[in-house]
């Protein structure tokens, strides 16, 4: 992803930074927060800086989950000018995207505090980046909902429509499925709920359902499935949906809407010659 990121932004070279600077011209900088947020991405951006020249030597000054107060410096980096600049603009880039999930994360995983409800992403992810967007909703105290489609069984609206109805295809995926394989299966309605129930599926997912609708599937379900909530999750909202006997509640906008973090880099002013 490095290596990807670095060829878009520097594949032709930084012919700026490059004309201004010898490659014996040297410079101190570092990152700083813009804002309160919960830092993420900070071995990435030294991983991005080692990239582009193994001179460039970089200290960190928090660790990914830290909370940041805005103001403080979060890693340090100094080296070669021009080899700085080129890798700067990637580095943020890593740095405020997955800051800005772990920041978002953090309030979710608050709002909920004490209700016994984990939040956990979604494959709603940006192409390429799931495995770090996943590791930064991780940082900012929510879980992980599975990265594949490979990882357990979860029939969706769609595999209902095309296989004649719910109980056909949890019967069809049981008798496929590894036997360790949890049957997870989403119910839109009550009565799909009453169905799946009945099929043994061992997760049942509420898909966009009121607060109220979500208390009589529960009362259906009677802790015979783990309940997961899902569709329509904002943390405006959030609470309304981590009710008594709701064990999940899966929100894609971690990943898909958190805005990037406030996040910059700053070069220390050139020592004077004696």
């Known amino acids: 992803m490095i290596d990807l990121a670095l060829e878009e932004d520097a594949g032709l070279g930084d012919v700026t930074s490059r004309a201004i600077f010898s490659t014996r011209h040297r410079s101190r900088a570092f990152i700083e927060a813009g804002q309160d947020l919960v830092i993420c991405g ?3 951006a030294a991983r991005v800086f080692s990239r582009v020249d193994p001179a460039l030597k970089v200290t960190l000054a928090a660790r990914d989950g830290d909370r940041v107060k805005a103001g403080r410096r979060v890693l340090e980096v100094s080296g070669p000018t021009a080899a700085l600049l080129t890798a700067e603009r990637t580095a943020l880039n890593f740095i405020q995207r997955l800051s800005g999930i772990a920041t978002l994360s953090r309030k979710f995983a608050d709002a909920v ?10 494959r709603k992810t940006t192409p390429g980046w ?3 967007e996943k590791y930064a909703v991780r940082c900012g105290g929510c879980f992980n909902h599975r990265s594949s489609l490979g990882e357990h069984v979860l029939i969706k609206d769609n595999h209902i429509a095309a296989a004649g109805s719910l109980t056909k295809a949890v019967q069809r995926c049981r008798a496929a499925a590894p036997h360790s394989a949890k049957i997870e299966v ?3 309605t009550l009565a799909e709920v009453r169905e799946a129930v009945r099929a043994r599926a061992e997760v049942i997912l509420l898909d966009n359902m009121t607060p109220a609708q979500i208390q009589a599937a529960v009362k259906t379900v009677a802790r015979r499935a783990i309940i997961e909530v899902s569709g329509g999750v904002r943390y405006e909202t959030l609470r309304d949906f981590a009710l008594p006997g709701v064990d999940v509640i899966s929100a894609g906008a971690l990943t898909h809407s958190a805005p990037a973090a406030d996040l910059s880099l700053t070069i220390l002013p050139a020592r004077r010659s004696k």
């Open 42 to 44: 900070l071995d990435v």
């Open 113 to 122: 505090a004490g209700t016994g409800v984990r939040v956990v992403d979604t």
């Open 130 to 132: 799931r495995a770090l």
């Open 186 to 188: 989403e119910a839109t």
